[in-house]
């Protein structure tokens, strides 16, 4: 099973500032099968990213994804009020799927 | 538009079974596998089983081995979720998820509350 461990645990910054999420895999995900996903409290998580950097339907181009193999990154080029959540990364390369622990971005 | 509507909340003993549903529509349902993931209150997402509606094939994480069976029924789209042997650690948010490019598509999830 592929573990993906993601960094920090919490950001705390300021509207208009740039967030930078990591996500490390225990081992590569080939074809660069990683999404990335937004969840704000009493909702289900939404898609944001796929295939390591293609923005879903409707997601706008301040978030995006880069990386490959074992490291991967959500940028957020400029944190809008209901920016704030929690983003998970998701390895989908494996028929046994699994997600990161998670980053909470929070309002300094 | 894709629609994945589950059933309602379940309370439920230790040691009982849980059955989610999960009605889907506006796609073709054998189209696409159909996950479960769940969420304990105030922690992460944890991805359990993947269903094929096409071929019925199923693959379950190793946590879950022995006590989750993901069925389907292709004549009215619904897939299922079974939890047996429920303990308090089982006290979840059931979600069921499908998609085309990842897990596009989210159900608004089951609360399923293991108490005595």
């Known amino acids: 099973e592929i573990v993906l461990t993601q960094s920090p645990g919490t950001l705390s910054l300021s509207p208009g500032e740039r967030a930078t999420l990591s996500c490390r895999a225990s081992q590569s995900v080939s074809s660069s099968k990683l999404a990335w996903y937004q969840q704000k409290p009493g909702q289900a998580p939404r898609l944001l990213i796929y295939g390591a950097s293609s923005r879903a339907t409707g997601i706008p181009d301040t978030f995006s994804g880069t990386g490959s193999g074992t490291e991967f990154t959500l940028t957020i080029s400029r944190l809008e009020p209901e920016d704030f959540a929690v983003y998970y990364c998701q390895q989908y390369v494996s028929s046994l799927l699994s997600f990161g622990g998670g980053t909470k971005v929070e309002i300094k | 538009q894709v629609q994945l509507v589950q059933s309602g909340a379940e309370v439920k003993k230790p040691g009982a079974s849980v059955k989610v549903s999960c009605k889907a529509s506006?796609?073709?349902?054998?189209?696409?596998?159909i996950h479960w993931v769940r969420q304990a209150p105030g922690q992460g997402l944890e991805w359990m089983a993947w269903i094929n509606p096409n071929s019925g094939v199923t693959e379950y994480t190793q946590k879950f081995q022995g006590r989750v069976t993901v069925t389907r029924d292709t004549s009215i789209t619904t897939a299922y979720m079974e939890l047996s042997r429920l303990t308090y650690d089982d006290t979840a948010i059931y979600y069921c998820?499908?998609?085309?490019?990842?897990?596009?598509?989210w159900g608004q999830g089951t609360l399923v509350t293991v108490s005595s």
């Open positions: 998820v499908t998609g085309i490019v990842a897990f596009d598509y």
């Open positions: 506006g796609y073709t349902f054998t189209g696409f596998y």
